[in-house]
């Protein structure tokens, strides 16, 4: 009956599974994103996986409302289409949503994936009493979700939050988008990667560069430092512009926990305009594990 199915699309994995009105995740399923396949051939893997998922679990398609998908921007939810993904090249302009549609029988909803994940905050997670806030996802690239007056901000083609493309410092380098000084280009795990790497003239990943910084290394702490403050910079131009009572960070980079938090509601506290602004709560995303599917299932769940 109330069952929803949701579908996380990314560069590397698909996440799937069946989500009930309470947000309990009743089964679920993965499949590498394959793109040495055209990408119709992958949402055939993907509608078969969902049958069977289905099938094992005794459940049937007249019990589900619809699916859900979350995918990377940037993208067209009124057409159902990826437009230009950086991670998803070989799936830019196909039609996703038709595609689903012609191998499973229920009504589906896409929206970018930052934003179903703000949705599934709303419902089950950090800002469950807040109706207006900030998602942010700083992982691989940094994305947003906007929910604001009760309901989610999604723009004329579902591209609203695209924070990690708005400028911290022009000087900072040319992002992937071919824009300088984009946020995502700066503090993202992926740029703390490469800026500990440059810095140390050998591989370290963003986890250990924070490990290096907590025991202590100057040149890591540094990197750690500025990082947080570019964090802050970003929270510090969303609060102004959008005027949310809470921000909620997820994604890898945040697992790091305490002090980015601590530091990011410091800069706030000091920067923001307005007083209210300053005193925006920073707090962790709460859904962790299957953040995704349930991000994606909570927009047939949950009304936006
Ligand atoms: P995705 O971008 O695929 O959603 P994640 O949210 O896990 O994946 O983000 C991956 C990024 O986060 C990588 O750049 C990685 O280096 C960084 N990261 C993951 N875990 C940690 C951690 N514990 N501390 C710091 N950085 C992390
Ligand atoms: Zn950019």
């Known amino acids: 009956m109330g069952i929803a199915v949701g579908i996380d699309i990314g560069g590397t994995k698909v996440a799937f599974g069946f989500v009930d009105e309470k947000g309990g995740v009743l089964a679920k399923g993965s499949l590498k994103t394959d793109l040495s396949v055209s990408p119709g051939e992958m949402i055939t893997r993907i509608a078969d996986a969902v049958k069977q998922l289905a099938e094992q679990n005794g459940l049937s398609f007249s019990d589900m409302k619809g699916i859900g998908v979350g995918a990377p921007g940037p993208l067209d939810t009124q057409n159902g289409k990826l437009t230009c993904p950086p991670n998803l090249k070989s799936w830019w302009d196909f039609p996703v949503v038709e595609a689903l549609k012609s191998q499973l029988p229920l009504p589906i909803k896409m929206e970018n994936d930052a934003t179903a994940a703000a949705l599934a905050e709303k419902w089950l997670g950090a800002a469950q009493d807040s109706d207006h806030f900030i998602f942010i996802t700083i992982s691989t690239g940094i994305g947003a979700g906007i929910y604001l007056h009760g309901k989610l901000l999604t723009g004329s083609t579902g591209n609203a939050g695209d924070a990690g493309h708005m400028i911290v410092d022009p000087a900072g380098g040319v992002c992937t988008c071919g824009q300088a000084g ?9 740029a703390i990667t490469r800026q500990a ?7 370290v990943t963003s986890k250990e560069a924070f490990q290096l910084a907590a025991q202590g290394d100057s040149q890591m702490s540094e990197l750690v430092d500025r990082v947080f403050t570019y964090i802050g910079m970003g929270c510090v131009s969303l609060i102004n512009i959008l005027d949310p009572d809470k921000i909620v960070i997820g994604g890898g980079v945040s697992q790091v926990g305490e002090p980015l938090f601590a530091a990011v509601q410091s800069y706030v506290s000091k920067y923001a305009l307005n007083p209210s602004g300053r005193q925006t709560a920073i707090v962790p995303a709460q859904l962790q594990q299957d953040a995704g599917l349930i991000g994606a299932a909570a927009l047939i769940q949950q009304s936006y």
Do not use: F, Q, V, Y
């Open 182 to 190: 984009c946020w995502e280009w700066i503090a993202s795990g992926t």
């Open 197 to 203: 790497t440059e810095l140390l003239g050998r591989d």
